[in-house]
């Protein structure tokens, strides 16, 4: 009887560390033109604010790689970033399509663009926090052994938003933002064990999923 007890316990817990709420918004301001050129790739930059904080690269990775495919090649963004050095730098990157516009009346950065075109620039703006947590857990070592006995949780919150540009019109095509929250537990009875809710996975598959619909036709 108790051992069912506590595998029912265990089970409520490992569902609730699975759960993770997700909100995806999709704003289309123009339609995106023809599919894309033989030639042409997706590139995926993160935002900074001022200093205080860069968009994790890991997570625009991530985004990248749910986006590429046969049908919409995305090239590296170190592989865009070396190309264009330094205009798409943190301090220097174009912050709206009037600012894109000037950069393109550039001959010298048009013309690295024609090289390896880009179609689309897409800058994804956010990041993951911890937004509360609670509970309790002591462990200790002993003659016999140690261990730690206690239950803690907290949860954090994964907020970004995207912004997509069509490179060849100087236009934003349109945004798309996502919001995953989740709680994550560590239960402990000698040993703790982590079960983790993976909000950033979910933000991740949530806008990747999105940004190929906005881009692709007929996805």
Same mark, same amino acid.
């Given at each position: ?24 918004? &999709? ?21 900074? &604010?001022?200093?205080e904080y860069r968009t994790e690269g890991g997570f625009t &990775? ?32 174009? &912050? ?28 994804i703006d956010g990041t993951t926090r911890d937004t509360d ?87």
């Open positions: 009887m108790n051992r069912c007890g506590s595998c029912t316990a265990l089970a409520t817990v490992l569902w609730l560390a699975g759960c993770v709420n997700t909100s995806v918004e &999709q704003l289309r301001q123009s339609p995106p033109g023809a599919a894309l050129a033989t030639d042409e790739s997706v590139v995926v930059l993160g935002r900074s &604010q001022q200093g &990775q991530c985004v990248a790689d749910r986006m590429d495919g046969p049908d919409l090649p995305v090239t590296p963004a170190q592989t865009f970033n070396d190309r264009l050095f330094p205009w798409f730098e943190p301090r220097t990157a174009p &912050q709206n399509v009037d600012d894109l516009r000037r950069l393109l009346d550039d001959p010298l950065i048009a013309q690295r663009l024609q090289q390896n075109p880009v179609r689309y620039l897409v800058w947590s609670g509970g309790s857990m002591g462990c200790a070592v002993g003659p016999g052994g140690g261990g730690c006995l206690g239950f803690a949780w907290w949860e954090k919150n994964a907020a970004f938003e995207a912004s997509v540009w069509d490179v060849t019109r100087a236009a934003e095509v349109g945004r798309v933002s996502v919001d995953a929250s989740g709680t994550s537990y560590m239960p402990a009875v000698i040993v703790p064990v982590p079960l983790l809710a993976r909000t950033e996975a979910a933000a991740c598959s949530g806008l990747g999923d999105q940004l190929r619909e906005l881009l692709v036709p007929g996805e």
